[in-house]
């Protein structure tokens, strides 16, 4: 069963520092770009960063620009996303999203189940 599995959301205060992380498991060919999005409660999911399947490239939202911070390690099957200077706005459920190449059964987009980040004093 090919799945995303993501980790590491939590409290944290503004100001404060977390990593996620969210790795690609079962029988997969090849992952090809990786990201990450974000929704906040009563907003749509915005795209906060992407990486492309060498990490030659990455995309950073204008929001989280010079405090986040996209990786990924293709031998881990793993994205992660470190984020710095958390502000009371960066509050939302984080998405990892990753286009799997399955081999003789296509391409396909998959999304994890979710991590919390809550950023409050």
């Known amino acids: 069963q090919v799945q995303l599995v993501e980790s590491g959301g939590g409290l944290v205060q503004p100001g404060g520092s977390l990593r996620l992380s969210c790795a690609a498991s079962g029988t997969i060919f090849s992952i090809m770009d990786m990201g990450w999005y974000r929704q906040a409660p009563g907003k749509e999911r915005e795209l906060v960063a992407g990486i492309t399947s060498t990490g030659g490239r990455t995309n950073i939202a204008d929001s989280v620009k010079g405090r986040f911070t996209i990786s990924r390690d293709n031998a881990r099957n793993t994205v992660y996303l470190q984020m710095n200077s958390l502000k009371p706005e960066d509050t939302a459920v984080y998405y990892c999203?990753?286009?799997?190449?399955?081999?003789?059964?296509?391409?396909?987009?998959?999304w994890g189940q979710g991590t919390q980040v809550t950023v409050s004093s």
């Open positions: 999203n990753a286009l799997l190449n399955l081999g003789w059964s296509g391409v396909y987009d998959y």
